[in-house]
Nanobody, 125 residues
Framework: VQLQASGGGLVQAGGSLRLSCEAS????????MGWFRQAPGKVREFVAT????????YYADSVKGRFTISRDSAKNTVYLQMNSLKPEDTAVYYC???????????????????WGQGTLVTVSS
């Protein structure tokens, strides 16, 4: 089972990046896919989720209106389009897959079963 995250980089404030997370090694159709991030010295925090059916889309308040999560089931890939980036968005971004999640647990990192290796996003001011 592998989740491969990519797409991070250095961008100026106000810029955009698109992260990708390719899933392989098993069938994830019943899983919720999530993006989390962790800034230096801070705990890992929820960013967004989506189910493979395209529903169960939720965003953290801090990214609503700026980030968009989507998926391509044919490619087993989940995307996070990040626009209007701010310096406080700087973090390592992780994708994760979890099963049996409900609305109250969807933002809890420990409820996810599989994690990618993370991709660094740095937003300069």
């Amino acid at each position: 089972v592998q989740l491969q995250a990519s797409g991070g980089g250095l961008v100026q404030a106000g810029g955009s990046l698109r992260l990708s997370c390719e899933a392989s090694g098993r069938t994830f159709s019943s899983y919720i896919m999530g993006w989390f991030r962790q800034a230096p010295g801070k705990v890992r925090e929820f960013v967004a989720t989506i189910s493979w059916s395209g529903g169960r889309i939720y965003y953290a308040d801090s990214v609503k209106g700026r980030f968009t999560i989507s998926r391509d089931s044919a490619k087993n890939t989940v995307y996070l389009q990040m626009n209007s980036l701010k310096p406080e968005d700087t973090a390592v971004y992780y994708c994760a897959a979890g099963s049996g999640l409900i609305r109250s647990t969807i933002a809890t990192p420990t409820r996810y079963d599989y994690w990618g290796q993370g991709t660094l996003v740095t937003v300069s001011s």
